[in-house]
């Protein structure tokens, strides 16, 4: 019996329901990790131990880096130099998963589907890597070879989707599978209905585990701007880092995660 199937029998994994309900209230329960230290202590321990997560923009939002070399270590055992004078950041996601004995591609999106996402695809999934896929529910998705993982990171790309990779406990928490250090979560987001739109109600300790890419910044060409706001709405920015101050749009690079949706959205 394979090792999906034997995690088909134990399912516990997923109750569509209670996920649901998680997710429609997670700007409040976020709220509350900033007001209540004993809620902030439970949350942190529940679902964000030990979290070390990176959005990265998608490849189309990106030109070129001020740097030639650059390097990125994003805690999984590994470093990857690119030396060259453009530099694509899912290019880093990409030597992960040639690096992967176990990849897991998902059927569905569980932040799109519990948020009936209306402009991007429910059935387009994260990628999960690590041992700890072999204990996901064959259900769920499939077990994918390193052509076809490099192929939906593709598609990601071509749906104008961010990339988020690190260690995620919620996701070990869902799915019901760990330990959460074997396991790698590759998600592919949607300025609209991502988990992680709850940054900025986080409380700061909680919120710093999220980081952006480092060499990769967002600024404003305000000689080019033509005032369209479209940067402004509240389904764009991951950090609510873009703001209008004294006529023009300015971007808190403090704040900013480099997701790269306001690129996307700019006319």
């Given at each position: 019996?394979?090792?999906?199937?034997?995690?088909?029998?134990?399912?516990?994994?997923?109750?569509?329901?209670?996920?649901?309900?998680?997710?429609?209230?997670?700007?409040?329960?976020s709220?509350?990790?900033?007001?209540?230290?004993?809620?902030?202590?439970?949350?942190?321990?529940?679902?964000?131990?030990?979290?070390?997560?990176?959005?990265?923009?998608?490849k189309?939002?990106?030109?070129?880096?001020?740097r030639?070399?650059?390097?990125?270590?994003?805690?999984?055992?590994?470093?990857?130099?690119?030396?060259?004078?453009?530099?694509?950041?899912?290019?880093?996601?990409?030597?992960?998963?040639?690096?992967?004995?176990?990849?897991?591609?998902?059927?569905?999106?569980?932040c799109r589907?519990?948020?009936?996402?209306?402009?991007?695809?429910?059935?387009?999934?994260?990628?999960?890597?690590?041992?700890?896929?072999?204990?996901?529910?064959?259900?769920?998705?499939?077990?994918?070879?390193?052509?076809?993982?490099l192929?939906?990171?593709?598609?990601?790309?071509?749906?104008?989707?961010?990339?988020?990779?690190?260690?995620?406990?919620?996701?070990?928490?869902?799915?019901?599978?760990?330990?959460?250090?074997?396991?790698?979560?590759?998600?592919?987001?949607?300025?609209?209905?991502?988990?992680?739109?709850?940054?900025?109600?986080?409380?700061?300790?909680i919120?710093?585990?999220?980081?952006?890419?480092?060499?990769?910044?967002?600024?404003?060409?305000?000689?080019?701007?033509?005032?369209?706001?479209?940067?402004?709405?509240?389904?764009?920015?991951?950090?609510?880092?873009?703001?209008?101050?004294?006529?023009?749009?300015t971007?808190?690079?403090n704040?900013?995660?480099?997701?790269?949706?306001?690129?996307?959205?700019?006319?």
């Amino acid at each position: 019996m394979k090792d999906n199937e034997i995690g088909e029998e134990k399912d516990k994994t997923l109750s569509k329901s209670l996920v649901k309900y998680t997710f429609q209230t997670r700007f409040f329960f976020s709220r509350l990790t900033r007001k209540s230290r004993i809620i902030k202590r439970i949350a942190n321990k529940v679902f964000f131990e030990d979290n070390e997560l990176f959005i990265l923009p998608n490849k189309n939002t990106i030109n070129n880096t001020k740097r030639s070399t650059i390097t990125a270590n994003i805690e999984i055992n590994q470093s990857f130099e690119k030396d060259d004078s453009e530099f694509v950041p899912s290019e880093i996601i990409k030597e992960v998963i040639k690096e992967a004995n176990d990849i897991f591609i998902m059927n569905s999106c569980l932040c799109r589907n519990s948020a009936n996402c209306k402009d991007y695809p429910h059935d387009f999934g994260c990628i999960f890597l690590g041992p700890a896929t072999k204990k996901i529910a064959s259900k769920y998705g499939k077990v994918a070879s390193v052509e076809e993982a490099l192929e939906h990171v593709e598609m990601a790309d071509e749906l104008g989707l961010s990339h988020l990779i690190g260690r995620n406990k919620i996701d070990s928490v869902l799915m019901n599978v760990g330990p959460k250090e074997e396991l790698l979560t590759i998600c592919h987001c949607c300025p609209c209905c991502c988990l992680w739109k709850i940054i900025p109600d986080l409380d700061d300790d909680i919120s710093n585990k999220i980081k952006r890419l480092d060499d990769v910044e967002v600024h404003t060409q305000n000689d080019n701007c033509r005032m369209c706001k479209k940067c402004l709405s509240d389904n764009v920015c991951f950090g609510n880092a873009i703001s209008l101050e004294g006529g023009k749009i300015t971007i808190d690079q403090n704040k900013c995660l480099g997701c790269g949706h306001c690129v996307q959205v700019c006319k």
